[in-house]
């Protein structure tokens, strides 16, 4: 198969992915269009989590954490009057600069003990969010979220905010998808790889280090913004410990490090639970089920069953190709 | 004073639990790198097999006896065949992942299959108090402790004294330099998840009467062995007790004097005080890393 053909084949998945990801709320209920927004939601915080794991190597258990503190700026401020734009800057400046600090317990530790630091920051913001009433509310939370206004149009009916979450979404992936390209991008790879030979080859891996969180985390709290308008209601125990845990989940089962992994992932996460649905009391024990046997068949998630699928087709042509190759010269030799 | 003194008895009941769970936690990680995030739930499970067995109209000591062979059978050997070892090759993380579903599997099927409520357990000790110079402390945490650290003391003589035991201990620090002068490496780590199975179920049968049998009871003792085994020092049998009985203390002296809001707190602050001053935790020795 020809590059050329290839990219087309490619560029016609992406439309039909589009076409459907764009026609088929129309058939759906309001639940529908609930569940498939906060996919588009996961998928941010997800995208986030993918860069600072799957991409830079830093183990991560506080993306959770973040999408609450996103939420939490998004309900405080259009609570109190404020535009969402104003609380959707604060959001990331704090998520940022939060998650920017966070990275440097990266810097001494790493693998396991990162992840167990990360998972203590994610703790302790939980408590903040359910202890600390004048600010968050407390265990009640902050009801009454309003849903913003895009150049004078209402995104309060479901449809026109599902496409409004579909359309950041697709910003950030482009994002993504223009660090993961730079030579940033590649810089992040060095460092999961080989943290020594990429500092010996000059790469500031200090930097970068606490760039992949900062950067990771200004995503989940991207995702918190959009999510608290969504739901309306902001309450501590959808950021507790669970989340982080589905967020690495997410990224795990749709292939770390695979740029199409954490649109994947979250469809596992948060699509796949709704359709076991019909097996009521026994949902969760069967998607439990499925996600092991998943990890156990391919425990490069399930981009990683593609990945591994094109690879062997690849060396397959090309090994037939070497075959041919040597044949014409054998038979021009005799 | 008194109270006190009762408090930090009661901490130390407490924390000989998390030590027992942390220390299974620490020799999973030691000789596979398995990061079981299900270990909590590992504890929980075994007092439902032995009410399960008790349902069947058996005596006590023949149901502890089943949940202990059903404990070490299901959560050692088929934990290990099943779903660790397709997964040992590829890292640390996938296999962390699966354990996190293997927790909600286990949480789930227990409340969908026995029950949401929480159960009685009969307890080995008499429930009755023991007052002693003054001071008040129940029999339960009296048996807790002492079974705890005979079970501790017993896996560190094992590790320590035994043939099999120091080939454990070799396999995991080297399984390569162990493979070559002969230690069946392969054997060693599912002995250690044997261990872990039954340890686990010393556990259970230990905190099931105090907290009663229910099928959340995993989720804040999982998450405080995990606590326990990193404050003490993750490669370090010994750790892990010196981990489990200070978290279990200061746990419960912090609920006591500082803020019961915020007692969850002081734990995690403990937690990245010690990895970010002293990563190997306060026993340990540092892990070599080749380049």
Not at chain 1, 56 to 79: D, E, K, N, P
Not at chain 1, 194 to 220: C, E, H, K, Q, W
Request: glycine residues 8%; hydrophobic residues 55%.
């Amino acid at each position: 198969m020809s590059a050329k053909a290839q990219t087309l084949i490619g560029l016609l998945g992406l439309a039909i992915v589009a076409a459907f990801l764009i026609l088929t709320p129309l058939t759906l209920h309001r639940y529908g269009i609930y569940i498939l927004s906060e996919w588009a939601v996961m998928t941010i915080a997800a995208i986030g989590l993918n860069l600072t794991l799957g991409y830079a190597g830093q183990v991560s258990l506080a993306q959770g954490a973040f999408v609450g503190i996103g939420a939490y700026a998004a309900a405080i401020l259009t609570t109190h009057g404020w535009p969402l734009i104003a609380a959707l800057a604060l959001a990331l400046v704090l998520c940022f600069a939060i998650g920017w600090l966070l990275g440097y317990p990266a810097l001494r530790v790493q693998h396991h003990y990162l992840a167990f630091v990360t998972l203590a920051f994610s703790t302790l913001a939980f408590l903040v969010f359910r202890n600390e009433f004048w600010l968050t509310g407390g265990t009640e939370g902050i009801d009454g979220v309003p849903r913003p206004s895009i150049f004078g149009l209402s995104t309060t009916p479901d449809l026109r905010y599902y496409y409004f979450c579909l359309f950041v979404l697709v910003l950030a992936a482009l994002g993504a998808l223009g660090l993961v390209r730079s030579p940033w991008g590649r810089a992040f790879l060095a460092l999961r790889e080989n943290p020594i030979r990429a500092m010996s080859l000059g790469v500031d891996t200090r930097r970068y280090i606490l760039m992949a969180f900062a950067i990771g985390s200004t995503l989940g709290g991207l995702a918190g913004v959009l999510y608290a308008p969504l739901v309306g209601l902001v309450e501590p125990p959808a950021f507790a410990l669970t989340l982080s845990f589905d967020l690495l989940m997410m990224v795990i089962v749709g292939g770390s490090g695979y740029f199409a992994g954490p649109f994947v992932g979250a469809m596992v996460a948060v699509l796949l639970p709704e359709w076991l649905r019909f097996l009521e009391t026994y949902y969760l024990i069967l998607y439990a089920l499925l996600v092991m046997a998943l990890l156990i068949y391919s425990p490069t998630g399930l981009v990683g069953i593609v990945d591994r699928f094109v690879v062997r087709r690849r060396t397959k042509a090309a090994s037939a190709a070497r075959a041919a190759l040597s044949a014409s010269i054998e038979r021009r030799a005799s | 004073m008194a109270d006190f003194v009762t408090l930090v008895v009661a901490g130390l009941a407490t924390g000989a639990l998390y030590a027992l769970t942390a220390i299974g936690f620490t020799l999973l990680w030691q000789t596979s790198q398995t990061i079981n995030f299900a270990q909590g739930e590992f504890v929980m499970l075994p007092a439902f097999f032995m009410l399960a067995a008790m349902n069947f109209h058996l005596p006590f000591w023949a149901a502890i006896a089943i949940g202990f062979v059903l404990s070490t059978a299901i959560l050692g050997f088929a934990f290990k065949k099943l779903l660790v070892d397709p997964m040992l090759r590829h890292g640390v993380l996938p296999l962390a992942i699966a354990t996190m579903a293997l927790s909600t599997f286990l949480k789930e099927s227990v409340k969908t299959f026995y029950s949401a409520e929480a159960s009685p357990f009969p307890s080995l000790a008499p429930d009755v108090d023991l007052h002693l110079f003054g001071v008040t402390i129940s029999w339960q945490n009296v048996a807790a402790l002492v079974v705890a650290l005979a079970a501790v003391f017993a896996l560190q003589y094992f590790l320590n004294q035994t043939l099999l035991g120091r080939q454990m201990q070799a396999a995991a620090q080297n399984p390569t330099a162990a493979r070559i002068l002969g230690v069946p490496v392969e054997r060693t780590i599912l002995y250690a998840f044997l261990i872990n199975g039954t340890l686990v179920a010393v556990a259970s049968l230990l905190i099931s009467p105090v907290y009663l049998a229910k099928f959340t009871n995993g989720e804040t003792l999982g998450l405080a062995a995990f606590v326990a085994a990193i404050v003490g020092g993750f490669n370090q049998i010994r750790g892990a007790i010196v981990g489990g009985l200070l978290l279990g203390v200061v746990d419960n002296l912090s609920a006591a004097y500082l803020s019961t809001q915020y007692r969850g707190a002081i734990p995690m602050a403990l937690l990245i005080v010690v990895i970010l001053f002293k990563p190997d935790g306060l026993l340990g020795r540092a892990e070599e890393r080749t380049v």
